[in-house]
């Protein structure tokens, strides 16, 4: 039975039109705050606009955008195996470390030799870090919830202690490690830079972080191995059941989506940070990874265009206070539509309570007609 | 030995500094959770009543209504959350995450507008949370001065101790506590016995905002004097580990928090006299979490409805 679905039901039933309406209601919200601290929206939001959609503009967003789209990658990655990857930030800073150890001490190796290495070495750093807190949990059942939380903090800690060491540190006085080697670099050349009037970290990072995307996706969908990760991720019992290894899929889960973390760590440092400072507190990457993960409904592309939106944000935030707009309003907007986007299942449980008040009306009807049948005879 | 008794005065007080605002929030944790709403919340409650916290005692000059108003705005971000989650069926990790982002975001924005600046202007003295036993003891004697060491802490100390307790009857000596855990283990039984889930468990998110946000006035009214962007940075997660640690028991979570509290008073007195590496000796409080987990805790049994939107059957 196919019937021609009506403009309501095409909107409760489409994730994408959830997610522009929460983006939108949150730009609203954003507005009524600017209204009542006395801001003009118009100038705040023509600011915002108006700095991400120029040439240079948009390679500062595109730029931003890679470590989001990479950690939003890992953290949908977890979602879809039915871990919750909370230690994205302790991965992500693990892997940063790892590629500025070997961007600094290898600096006498070319660039098509040291830039894998590094890439490498934050991948280990990240599934390590991963399959820590997977091996907690699956030999002796501790919360990975829990592990992730700490392992996060010490992973911040570990990286300033790293960052301390007088090999790594810096020579000057910055509180941070040395610049990584050039060949390290995933900067464009400056003249391609210049030539074209992009922002001077541009990189080749944005590729890397595409190939990913469709790596990951390749991975969930079309694979047995993603097969089997998502099965444990629905129902560990049934996955069982069915013949999967249920501990080995739990660490392959934990391991992947670690090292994409560490990935994101070493594209943020390759291309726009070059050095680790000495932080006072953790940067946030992994939580902007969450918020991107689920800007982009875990869906690899998603993800990819939630990560320039969320980088857009960002970058575009910053220039806010230009115009006398505080730059928090950023996150405020941000939370708004995280909250919206949560709160958007009410459509789809809306539908489960409709459908089940139209089988109870066929089945009042079947009944009616059965009690009709018994009267005529 | 003067010295070690000076010193295990100063650890103790640090630990008692350290495990306070902690276990506020995490107090305020166990009553979402065991209620079956998981909260990753409790940082943006913090952070909300942090802020709140040390403006009202600012403009008041009264630390206790700046207190409950820190209580207050916490209860306000976990009303927020309850309504998205416990009402609409939201997803309780995403709805949580939002909470994170808007509780600072918005603190943060009114602290520029209303101070031009993200810190608020320090509180005197008079504002702050009082110190109950300051001068009590005879400082001349060393025992004298390892009590006084002690109980240098800040009212909001003691006030928690009693507040584990209360807690600790509420959910195991009365019919509330009763019906708040069966909310969380089977609330489909719960509604056949006509107890309204979704009001329960509207009331616990509610309370865990309040609680966390008396925890973040600590932080902002106690142990330091102004709220920062960087007075809340992690502590609620640490409380949502202290309580897993627990087992989602609010004497486990006291535990667990003293235990965090101790490594990182340990911190405070290595770090100044012995030679380590003061960033490995900042380690110590999550790696020793682990250990003692892996050792002598092992597994957390998770509220059999914990994270499961309540749909009430029609």
Same mark, same amino acid.
């Given at each position: 039975?196919?019937?021609?679905?009506? $403009?309501?039901?095409?909107?409760?039933?489409?994730?994408?039109? =959830?997610?522009?309406?929460?983006?939108?209601?949150?730009?609203?919200?954003?507005?009524?705050?600017?209204?009542?601290?006395?801001?003009?929206?118009?100038?705040?939001?023509?600011?915002?606009?108006?700095?991400?959609?120029?040439?240079?503009?948009?390679?500062?967003?595109?730029?931003?955008?890679?470590?989001?789209?990479?950690?939003?990658?890992?953290?949908?990655?977890?979602?879809?195996?039915?871990?919750?990857?909370?230690?994205? +930030?302790?991965?992500?800073?693990?892997?940063?470390?790892?590629?500025?150890?070997?961007?600094?001490?290898?600096?006498?190796?070319?660039?098509?030799?040291?830039?894998?290495?590094?890439?490498?070495?934050?991948?280990?750093?990240?599934?390590?870090?991963?399959?820590?807190?997977?091996?907690?949990?699956?030999?002796?059942?501790?919360?990975?919830?829990?592990?992730?939380?700490?392992?996060?903090?010490?992973?911040?800690?570990?990286?300033?202690?790293?960052?301390?060491?007088?090999?790594? =540190?810096?020579?000057?006085?910055?509180?941070?490690?040395?610049?990584?080697?050039?060949?390290?670099?995933?900067?464009?050349?400056?003249?391609?830079?210049?030539?074209?009037?992009?922002?001077?970290?541009?990189?080749?990072?944005?590729?890397?972080?595409?190939?990913?995307?469709?790596?990951?996706?390749?991975?969930?969908?079309?694979?047995?191995?993603?097969?089997?990760?998502?099965?444990?991720?629905?129902?560990?019992?049934?996955?069982?059941?069915?013949?999967?290894?249920?501990?080995?899929?739990?660490?392959?889960?934990?391991?992947?989506?670690?090292?994409?973390?560490?990935?994101?760590?070493?594209?943020?440092?390759?291309?726009?940070?070059?050095?680790?400072?000495?932080?006072?507190?953790?940067?946030?990457?992994?939580?902007?990874?969450?918020?991107?993960?689920?800007?982009?409904?875990?869906?690899?592309?998603?993800?990819?265009?939630?990560?320039?939106?969320?980088?857009?944000?960002?970058?575009?935030?910053?220039?806010?206070?230009?115009?006398?707009?505080?730059?928090?309003?950023?996150?405020?907007?941000?939370?708004?539509?995280? $909250?919206?986007?949560?709160?958007?299942?009410? $459509? +789809?449980?809306?539908?489960?309570?409709?459908?089940?008040?139209?089988?109870?009306?066929?089945?009042?009807?079947?009944?009616?007609?059965?009690?009709?049948?018994? +009267?005529?005879? | 030995?003067?010295?070690?008794?000076?010193?295990?005065?100063?650890?103790?007080?640090?630990?008692?500094?350290?495990?306070?605002?902690?276990?506020?929030?995490?107090?305020?944790?166990?009553?979402?959770?065991?209620?079956?709403?998981?909260?990753?919340?409790?940082?943006?409650?913090?952070?909300?009543?942090?802020?709140?916290?040390?403006?009202?005692?600012?403009?008041?000059?009264?630390?206790?209504?700046?207190?409950?108003?820190?209580?207050?705005?916490?209860?306000?971000?976990?009303?927020?959350?309850?309504?998205?989650?416990?009402?609409?069926?939201?997803?309780?990790?995403?709805?949580?995450?939002?909470?994170?982002?808007?509780?600072?975001?918005?603190?943060?924005?009114?602290?520029?507008?209303?101070?031009?600046?993200?810190?608020?202007?320090?509180?005197?003295?008079?504002?702050?949370?009082?110190?109950?036993?300051?001068?009590?003891?005879?400082?001349?004697?060393?025992?004298?001065?390892?009590?006084?060491?002690?109980?240098?802490?800040?009212?909001?100390?003691?006030?928690?101790?009693?507040?584990?307790?209360?807690?600790?009857?509420?959910?195991?000596?009365?019919?509330?506590?009763?019906?708040?855990?069966?909310?969380?283990?089977?609330?489909?039984?719960?509604?056949?016995?006509?107890?309204?889930?979704?009001?329960?468990?509207?009331?616990?998110?509610?309370?865990?905002?309040?609680?966390?946000?008396?925890?973040?006035?600590?932080?902002?009214?106690?142990?330091?004097?102004?709220?920062?962007?960087?007075?809340?940075?992690?502590?609620?997660?640490?409380?949502?580990?202290?309580?897993?640690?627990?087992?989602?028991?609010?004497?486990?979570?006291?535990?667990?928090?003293?235990?965090?509290?101790?490594?990182?008073?340990?911190?405070?007195?290595?770090?100044?006299?012995?030679?380590?590496?003061?960033?490995?000796?900042?380690?110590?409080?999550?790696?020793?979490?682990?250990?003692?987990?892996?050792?002598?805790?092992?597994?957390?049994?998770?509220?059999?409805?914990?994270?499961?939107?309540?749909?009430?059957?029609?």
């Amino acid at each position: 039975m196919t019937k021609k679905k009506g $403009f309501l039901e095409f909107v409760s039933e489409n994730r994408f039109i =959830h997610i522009l309406l929460s983006i939108l209601l949150g730009f609203l919200v954003g507005a009524i705050f600017l209204a009542v601290m006395g801001l003009s929206v118009g100038e705040a939001y023509g600011r915002l606009i108006s700095s991400v959609t120029s040439l240079k503009g948009f390679s500062y967003v595109v730029v931003y955008a890679i470590p989001y789209i990479v950690v939003g990658l890992s953290v949908a990655f977890s979602f879809k195996t039915g871990v919750f990857n909370i230690g994205a +930030e302790g991965q992500f800073v693990v892997g940063s470390m790892a590629a500025a150890v070997v961007g600094i001490l290898g600096a006498a190796l070319p660039k098509p030799l040291l830039i894998p290495l590094c890439f490498l070495a934050s991948m280990a750093a990240g599934a390590i870090w991963g399959i820590i807190v997977g091996f907690l949990k699956t030999k002796w059942g501790i919360n990975e919830v829990l592990s992730m939380i700490m392992f996060n903090w010490v992973a911040f800690y570990l990286s300033n202690f790293i960052a301390g060491i007088p090999a790594i =540190h810096s020579d000057g006085t910055a509180e941070a490690t040395k610049n990584i080697s050039a060949n390290a670099s995933t900067l464009l050349s400056k003249d391609f830079i210049n030539s074209l009037g992009l922002c001077p970290t541009a990189n080749w990072g944005i590729l890397v972080a595409i190939a990913a995307t469709v790596l990951v996706w390749f991975v969930i969908e079309k694979t047995t191995l993603g097969y089997e990760l998502k099965a444990v991720g629905a129902n560990k019992f049934a996955a069982e059941y069915g013949g999967i290894n249920v501990n080995r899929s739990i660490l392959t889960a934990l391991a992947i989506s670690g090292a994409l973390a560490g990935l994101g760590g070493a594209l943020q440092l390759m291309g726009m940070g070059s050095r680790i400072s000495i932080f006072s507190s953790q940067e946030g990457f992994g939580f902007a990874g969450i918020v991107v993960a689920l800007i982009g409904c875990s869906n690899p592309f998603g993800v990819l265009i939630a990560g320039v939106f969320y980088g857009a944000l960002m970058y575009g935030g910053s220039k806010l206070n230009l115009v006398g707009a505080p730059t928090q309003l950023i996150n405020v907007i941000v939370g708004t539509v995280v $909250f919206f986007i949560a709160i958007s299942v009410i $459509f +789809e449980n809306l539908k489960r309570i409709r459908s089940r008040a139209n089988r109870n009306a066929e089945a009042r009807a079947i009944k009616k007609a059965d009690e009709q049948k018994e +009267e005529k005879k | 030995m003067t010295n070690f008794v000076n010193n295990l005065g100063i650890i103790l007080y640090a630990t008692l500094i350290y495990t306070t605002p902690l276990l506020y929030a995490a107090l305020g944790s166990c009553f979402s959770e065991v209620s079956g709403v998981v909260n990753i919340g409790i940082e943006g409650m913090m952070t909300a009543g942090a802020f709140t916290g040390t403006v009202v005692a600012y403009f008041t000059g009264n630390p206790w209504i700046g207190f409950i108003c820190g209580g207050l705005a916490g209860a306000f971000f976990g009303m927020l959350h309850a309504i998205a989650t416990v009402n609409l069926g939201a997803d309780q990790t995403i709805a949580g995450t939002a909470i994170n982002m808007l509780g600072p975001g918005i603190v943060i924005m009114i602290a520029k507008v209303m101070f031009n600046s993200t810190d608020t202007i320090p509180l005197e003295a008079s504002m702050k949370i009082p110190r109950l036993f300051r001068g009590v003891f005879d400082t001349t004697t060393v025992f004298g001065r390892f009590m006084d060491n002690v109980f240098a802490n800040y009212a909001s100390t003691y006030l928690v101790f009693i507040a584990v307790a209360i807690v600790w009857f509420v959910f195991y000596k009365t019919r509330f506590g009763l019906r708040l855990r069966a909310c969380g283990e089977h609330p489909q039984a719960c509604e056949t016995l006509g107890i309204d889930v979704i009001k329960m468990r509207f009331a616990c998110v509610c309370i865990s905002g309040f609680l966390a946000g008396l925890g973040g006035a600590c932080v902002t009214m106690a142990i330091s004097t102004q709220f920062r962007p960087i007075s809340i940075v992690g502590q609620g997660f640490i409380a949502i580990a202290a309580v897993i640690f627990g087992k989602f028991r609010p004497h486990g979570a006291l535990l667990g928090c003293l235990l965090f509290g101790f490594c990182s008073g340990l911190k405070v007195v290595l770090g100044g006299s012995s030679g380590i590496n003061m960033q490995l000796i900042s380690m110590i409080p999550y790696v020793v979490t682990v250990i003692v987990l892996i050792l002598f805790v092992g597994k957390s049994r998770v509220p059999s409805a914990n994270g499961k939107p309540f749909v009430k059957a029609k």
